[in-house]
């Protein structure tokens, strides 16, 4: 099985920044691709960004590129989210996912493992 632990989320006002980090565990656990979703209130989950293993590949949605950067640290099996210039329509719980491959996808349906969720909201 594996773990994956989200933290970082608060509450900031818009323009402003946080960085989210989602750690890895368990016994099956080997850096593989990662991914964050998120979810507003009332709305699908959508996706965020993604990294492959190695971390030269990554993917975008087009609503947070420029504003958003992915990263890892493999050696920490943790995986990064640095928001900056964040708008009130980025509120939403932001969830990290696992998938059981190399590549960086934008497809929730190719990932295995999630985490429980870190709340993240921008006040206006």
């Known amino acids: 099985q594996v773990q994956l632990e989200e933290s970082g989320g608060g509450l900031v006002q818009a323009g402003g920044s946080l960085r989210l980090s989602c750690a890895a565990s368990?016994?099956?656990?080997?850096?593989?691709?990662m991914g964050w979703f998120r979810r507003a209130p009332g709305q699908e989950r959508e996706f965020v960004a993604s990294?492959?293993?190695?971390?030269?590949?990554?993917l975008y949605a087009d609503s947070v590129k420029g504003r958003f950067t992915i990263s890892r640290d493999n050696a920490k099996n943790t995986v990064y989210l640095q928001m900056n210039s964040l708008k009130p329509e980025d509120t939403a719980a932001y969830y990290c996912?696992?998938?059981?491959?190399?590549?960086?996808?934008?497809?929730?349906?190719?990932?295995?493992?999630w985490g429980q969720g870190t709340q993240v909201t921008v006040s206006s």
């Open positions: 996912a696992t998938r059981k491959y190399i590549t960086a996808s934008s497809s929730p349906y190719d990932y295995d493992y």
């Open positions: 990294i492959s293993r190695t971390g030269r590949g990554t």
């Open positions: 368990g016994r099956s656990f080997s850096p593989l691709a």
